[in-house]
């Protein structure tokens, strides 16, 4: 057993390709002895050998073409790490439809084509691993699809973007606005040159798709997921929060209501309390919080990005895929997603919300603006007045629990009145 050999292609030679590299030959005579045989990186494919990078890799495993990783007859696990969907999901059923396990790092890939992907892998027999693409280091889906399994899963709420994290972190530590953080992270290489999916939200979206289906058995369609960005956070919103003893993190959040037929799933910054153990997660770190009817509440935490913890997650992917091979077994745990989740429209969400807006500073308006809330139901919890300009005050409002479409309702009939110049930011926020 210890003289066989399990052959690696890696399609995509960036940060994760580096990394994933870096562990499956750094410590390859460890993985040898755990595994019961060698695992060897034969061909890594990627377009441009010219860009400089932290890892030497020998020229003879070196190509240009896709397909002398997916075809090859000497390959038995491809690994992916292109990132998006074109044409990286060509290349990932092109391996399946040749009899090779696959495994991917790939979030936008899984969340949008993981279903067919897994009935294709399922269908030729072969197994398809993507611990990467949620968490980077935190071995998230492992723990819900196993260590968590004998569960009733009721709720799954993480801190998924490293990037939104650190920005975040950084405005609550030292008073700084969001541009300058953001090209702070931009320099130091923790946010892309375009960091759009992470300061929208929309890397976190995928993330959560993928964990709320592996949590509840539905496939869940990304596009039914609202999800806001963290770019209209201010220096303010952060001192009110501090003041009321809250942090602001870019939550994901999915659970079950209306007794688990339907799924709230949704990504969008919020209010949280310093009690809860995810007020505490800090800087590039990502933590997932998992509620139970068995196991209560679980906390996972760790490094959520970056080239050796998510080539880590890979890695062990591919010793799995490999163990499996050596066994002649499958993946002891394939897809079990049944249906479609109907997701919860983002109206009939009920939360309780925090308001900061700029009003005229004249008589009334205070009064003016709780009437039409009341009005439309909605329940005001506490406001705070402070000045903002020389015409203009700035109001903060703590909204009880209520309907997301009540407090839209109210917010647009009060800008009617024409005495707020600007609401400037909503944010839910999560109870004590």
């Known amino acids: 057993m210890a003289d066989r050999e399990v052959r690696v292609g890696i399609l995509g030679m960036g940060i994760v390709g580096c990394g994933v590299y870096q562990v499956l030959t750094g410590n390859a005579d460890g993985i040898a002895q755990r595994l019961g045989c060698r695992l060897t990186v034969a061909r890594i494919a990627d377009i441009d050998w010219d860009r400089e990078r932290d890892v030497r890799v020998p020229e003879e495993v070196r190509t240009t073409d896709a397909s002398q990783v997916t075809a090859a007859d000497d390959i038995d696990i491809v690994v992916e790490t292109i990132g998006g969907v074109t044409p990286a999901r ?53 723990s819900l699809k196993e260590g968590l399994e004998a569960n009733r899963i009721l709720e799954v709420t993480g801190i998924l973007n490293g990037t939104t994290n ?47 289906a592996i949590a509840f058995g539905h496939r869940v369609d990304v596009e039914d997921i609202h999800s806001e960005g963290i770019t209209q956070i201010a220096p303010a919103d952060i001192d009110y929060a501090k003041e009321m003893g809250y942090a602001i993190k870019l939550l994901a959040t999915a659970r ?20 809860h153990p995810l007020a505490q997660v800090n800087g590039v770190f990502n933590a997932v919080w998992v509620v139970g009817e068995a196991c209560d509440q679980v906390m996972l935490y760790g490094r959520g ?7 880590n997650a890979v890695a062990g992917d591919v ?16 897809c079990t ?39 439309e139901g909605v329940s005001i919890q506490s406001v705070v007045q402070r ?9 903060v409002w703590i909204m009880h629990k209520g309907e997301e479409s009540k407090l839209r309702s109210a917010l647009n009939a009060i800008e009617q009145l024409g005495i707020v110049e600007d609401v400037c930011t909503i944010i839910r926020v999560v109870p004590a």
């Open 90 to 142: 060509e290349f990932v059923l092109d391996a399946i439809a040749n009899g090779k396990s696959v495994v991917t790092s790939n979030k936008e890939l899984i969340a949008k084509h993981g279903d067919e992907i897994l009935d294709a892998a399922a269908a030729r027999g072969v197994d398809v691993e993507f611990e990467g693409a949620v968490g980077g280091t935190i071995p998230i889906i492992r």
């Open 166 to 212: 650190y920005i975040l972190t950084r405005m609550t530590d030292e008073g700084l606005a969001f541009e300058d953080v953001l090209a702070d992270a931009q320099r130091l290489g923790y946010a892309e040159a375009d960091p759009t999916n992470d300061i929208e939200g929309i890397d976190a979206k995928y993330k959560i798709g993928i964990l709320a």
């Open 256 to 275: 079950r209501v209306d007794g688990g037929e339907r799924l709230d799933v949704r990504v969008h910054p919020a209010l949280v309390p310093y009690a």
């Open 305 to 311: 990005a970056g080239s050796l913890p998510t080539g």
């Open 319 to 334: 010793i799995d895929c490999a163990r499996n091979i050596v066994s002649g077994t499958r993946n002891r745990i394939p």
């Open 337 to 375: 997603c049944s249906g479609q989740a109907e997701i919860v429209p983002m109206d009939e969400i009920a939360t309780e919300t925090y308001v900061r807006m700029l009003v005229k500073d004249q008589p009334g308006v205070l009064g003016a603006i709780a009437t039409i809330l009341g009005q």
């Open 387 to 395: 000045g903002g300009t020389e015409e203009s005050a700035e109001i």
